[in-house]
Nanobody
């Protein structure tokens, strides 16, 4: 069982930046893919970013050029660096890990973009 713990959410002003962290209970090189989804009020859950064990990255269209996903193996942690934030980025952000055909979810962390 893979345990995922997100942190770093909070309140940020429009145009600001924020970095989220996701700490995994297993060595992340043994996990096929890790990433982030988000769900805003009244919207469907959507992909934000993903990174494979080989380092391939993909991003949702709405965040390309603004968000960057990265990993630090020594800390078993994946990060999401967010910049140029706007109100449309307000959501609960969930970390995910894919191991074989199984997907594990973190508990979520709230990001609110408001002045």
């Amino acid at each position: 069982q893979v345990q995922l713990v997100e942190s770093g959410g909070g309140l940020v002003q429009p145009g600001g930046s924020l970095t989220l962290s996701c700490a995994a209970s297993e060595k992340i090189f043994s996990i096929n893919r890790m990433g982030w989804y988000r769900q805003a009020p009244g919207k469907q859950r959507e992909l934000v970013a993903g990174i494979t064990s080989g380092g391939d990255r993909n991003y949702g269209d709405s965040v390309k050029g603004r968000f960057t996903i990265s990993r630090v193996h020594a800390k078993n942690t994946v990060y999401l660096q967010m910049s140029s934030l706007n109100a449309e980025d307000t959501a609960v952000y969930y970390c995910i890990a894919d191991v074989g055909w199984d997907r594990y979810w973190g508990q979520g962390t709230q990001v609110t973009v408001s002045s």
